[in-house]
């Protein structure tokens, strides 16, 4: 099994977007750091274009904005994209790599992960979470609470799954696919690039690259 973070030698760590799902990258960095015996990541901070959720909400998280998102800090450190979108994750993850920055993996303690379980760099594995066996995870995948993802499953990079979607055994979710909340993949399916499933979607059939389904069964709505 691949380990809960990069063992790499950085100052510390900072959380790119200050929205929800980065506000939930800090929580679970902060519930690796209180394993008894882990060895602790000092969070930096966060980096964001705007304004983020308001100072009152970061306030009580104990944390702030201390730079923006397009532009990367000048001193190396390790970085987590806690943005949704896989092609704006992919965009940031280029320029802070070129800038020398490290991407670090972060996996909750409460996640629950079998044997011959790989986590690619950058990705995100949130509380609730279980793995089976043979699962490989790509480069900033996220995984949202609650989801289980069966035996065999292939989750490429820049994918994103929802809170409590259910993916069966044998699936395959190309790069850029985001899987929505409460959404069923069935087993042996693929998933195509860049494809969105839509929540509460119990997908019975391959859904081909680009394109968005909705509804049990689920059903192409565009391309």
Known sequence: ??????????RGVYIVGAGGFGRECL??????????????ILFLGFLDDGDGPGSDVL??????????AAIPPAEPAGFVVGIGDPITRQRIDKSFVE????????????????????????????AGVSMTTNIRLGQHVHIN?????GHDSRLA???????AANIAGDVSIQRHALIGTGATILQGLTIGEGALV???????RDVPAGETV???PARVISR
């Open 198 to 204: 839509g929540a509460g979607a119990v997908v019975t």
């Open 214 to 216: 909705v509804g049990v």
């Open 99 to 126: 800038a020398g920055h490290v991407p670090v993996t972060l996996v909750h303690p409460t996640a629950v992960m079998g044997s011959d379980v790989e986590i690619g760099a950058g990705s995100v594995v949130c």
């Open 1 to 10: 099994m691949t380990p809960r973070w990069n063992p790499v030698q950085v």
């Open 59 to 68: 306030s009580r998280r104990g944390a702030s904005i201390v730079g923006p």
């Open 27 to 40: 929580d679970v960095l902060e519930s690796m750091n209180r394993v008894d015996g882990a060895e602790q």
């Open 145 to 149: 609470p609650l989801v289980p993802i």
């Open 157 to 163: 990079d820049y994918v994103s799954v929802n809170p």
